[in-house]
């Protein structure tokens, strides 16, 4: 099982750089499905709306791109049907309703198996187009490695495609969409933030060429507050607090506690994200943590939101990049506030993953 995880998580970190990080397509990707975004919010009206659909909705896409080689329509109803799934299935994963074994919580397993319906579909859909010698997508590529490996002893088969496949889409697109939300919430909090980034963004690229051009990576170097805000986004949001559960390889010693192998672990991020010894102001929203004096950006060793080790996010570095080019997109075209008088809640609902509570935005153009 562990050769099987290993070649696994081999092969979906190489499709993730050759479909995504390789590609100056997938940057591009982004940055056109950014221009959805902003179309979809801009149709708001400045009325006041539920941002999470949206966001959801785009980040899911980019996925979709990788694993499916294409992009769905906001109002496409197989792809909203997958995107319910796929919330509900993580609402559901930590369900107060536990006690009550067995109860309503069980509908996990149906949204999950209606989730990979969806994605079994695709499947079918590849098949009929499949083209050995130009693979277009995570599937295709899948495909060709099954046909090459009769034995499956590598995992590759189609039983196990799906389930990747709903491995990419968990981990994928629901942690940085919830990301996405966090952002909004303490910028909107901060306002004197928000204006900070937005200064940031638009001198740089009015700088570089202009004020109709996109966010590209290239402009992360010189955008360091801005950077800054993002990682303490990150590190406040708070995405994945306990990580996933592990067990020891083997007898293990660790601050002075014995661990036999076989023990069940689980990490604790929230405690070295909130290290009062690593953190000037663990408690409050500082973008100073990631500033020296002169102004530029630096890495913490204890920024650890994507956790550490062999089973690190394999997606991290789509993710940064997803983050940075949404962020700078959204605050480039829009100032964002809250209904007069509400209070938005820093405190999270710890599910799968820890959620904001529901919130709504007015996204008014600068």
Same mark, same amino acid.
């Given at each position: 099982?562990?050769?099987?995880?290993?070649?696994?998580?081999?092969?979906?970190?190489?499709?993730?750089?050759?479909?995504?990080?390789?590609?100056?397509?997938?940057?591009?990707?982004?940055?056109?499905?950014?221009?959805?975004?902003?179309?979809?919010?801009?149709?708001?009206?400045?009325?006041?709306?539920?941002?999470?659909?949206?966001?959801?909705?785009?980040?899911?896409?980019?996925?979709?791109?990788?694993?499916?080689?294409?992009?769905? #329509? %906001?109002?496409?109803?197989?792809?909203?049907?997958?995107?319910?799934?796929?919330?509900?299935?993580?609402?559901? +994963?930590?369900?107060?309703?536990?006690?009550?074994?067995?109860?309503?919580?069980?509908?996990?397993?149906?949204?999950?198996?209606?989730?990979? /319906?969806?994605?079994?579909?695709?499947?079918?859909?590849?098949? $009929?187009?499949?083209?050995?010698?130009?693979?277009?997508?995570?599937?295709?590529?899948?495909?060709?490695?099954?046909?090459?490996?009769?034995?499956? #002893?590598?995992?590759?088969?189609?039983?196990?495609? +799906? =389930?990747?496949?709903? #491995? $990419?889409?968990?981990?994928?697109?629901?942690?940085?969409?919830?990301?996405?939300?966090?952002?909004?919430? %303490?910028?909107?909090?901060?306002?004197?933030?928000?204006?900070?980034?937005?200064?940031?963004?638009? +001198?740089?690229?009015?700088?570089?060429?202009?004020?109709?051009?996109?966010? !590209?990576? /290239?402009?992360?170097?010189?955008?360091?507050?801005?950077?800054?805000?993002?990682?303490?986004?990150?590190?406040?949001?708070?995405?994945?607090?306990?990580?996933?559960?592990? /067990?020891?390889?083997?007898?293990?010693? $660790?601050?002075? %506690?014995?661990?036999?192998?076989?023990?069940?672990?689980?990490?604790?991020?929230?405690?070295?994200?909130?290290?009062?010894?690593?953190?000037?102001?663990? #408690?409050?929203?500082?973008?100073?943590?990631?500033?020296?004096?002169?102004?530029?950006?630096?890495?913490?060793?204890?920024?650890?939101?994507?956790?550490?080790?062999?089973? /690190?996010?394999?997606?991290?570095?789509?993710?940064?990049?997803?983050?940075?080019?949404?962020?700078?997109?959204?605050?480039?075209?829009?100032?964002?506030?809250? =209904?007069?008088?509400?209070?938005?809640?820093?405190?999270?609902?710890?599910? +799968? !993953?820890?959620?904001?509570?529901?919130?709504?935005? %007015?996204?008014? !153009?600068?």
């Amino acid at each position: 099982l562990i050769t099987v995880w290993r070649r696994q998580r081999r092969f979906a970190m190489a499709m993730l750089r050759t479909f995504g990080l390789a590609r100056s397509s997938m940057e591009r990707g982004i940055c056109e499905e950014c221009r959805h975004l902003q179309e979809a919010m801009e149709k708001e009206n400045g009325e006041p709306f539920d941002p999470v659909s949206l966001l959801n909705n785009a980040v899911a896409n980019i996925i979709c791109q990788i694993v499916f080689g294409k992009r769905f #329509d %906001y109002s496409d109803q197989n792809f909203q049907r997958m995107l319910k799934s796929l919330t509900e299935m993580l609402y559901d +994963a930590f369900p107060a309703l536990m006690k009550r074994l067995p109860g309503p919580h069980n509908g996990i397993f149906c949204h999950c198996k209606s989730l990979e /319906a969806s994605i079994r579909r695709e499947i079918e859909r590849h098949k $009929l187009n499949l083209d050995p010698s130009n693979p277009q997508d995570y599937i295709d590529t899948f495909l060709i490695e099954e046909k090459q490996n009769t034995r499956g #002893d590598h995992g590759f088969e189609e039983g196990n495609l +799906a =389930l990747c496949c709903l #491995d $990419l889409f968990l981990a994928g697109s629901e942690t940085t969409s919830k990301t996405l939300q966090w952002g909004l919430i %303490y910028l909107i909090k901060n306002p004197h933030i928000q204006r900070e980034c937005s200064h940031e963004t638009k +001198a740089e690229i009015d700088r570089v060429i202009g004020q109709t051009r996109p966010p !590209t990576m /290239a402009d992360r170097p010189n955008l360091p507050y801005t950077d800054a805000v993002i990682h303490e986004i990150q590190r406040m949001g708070n995405i994945v607090p306990l990580n996933g559960l592990r /067990a020891a390889a083997k007898d293990t010693t $660790l601050g002075g %506690y014995f661990i036999p192998k076989g023990t069940s672990v689980m990490a604790n991020l929230t405690s070295v994200l909130f290290d009062k010894t690593e953190w000037e102001t663990p #408690d409050t929203f500082n973008p100073a943590h990631f500033l020296n004096a002169e102004g530029k950006f630096v890495r913490k060793e204890a920024f650890l939101p994507f956790s550490a080790g062999k089973r /690190a996010c394999l997606g991290e570095g789509l993710a940064r990049m997803e983050l940075f080019l949404f962020f700078i997109s959204l605050f480039q075209k829009f100032c964002f506030s809250t =209904l007069h008088g509400a209070e938005l809640s820093t405190e999270g609902i710890i599910g +799968a !993953t820890r959620t904001p509570f529901p919130f709504k935005v %007015y996204a008014n !153009t600068r």
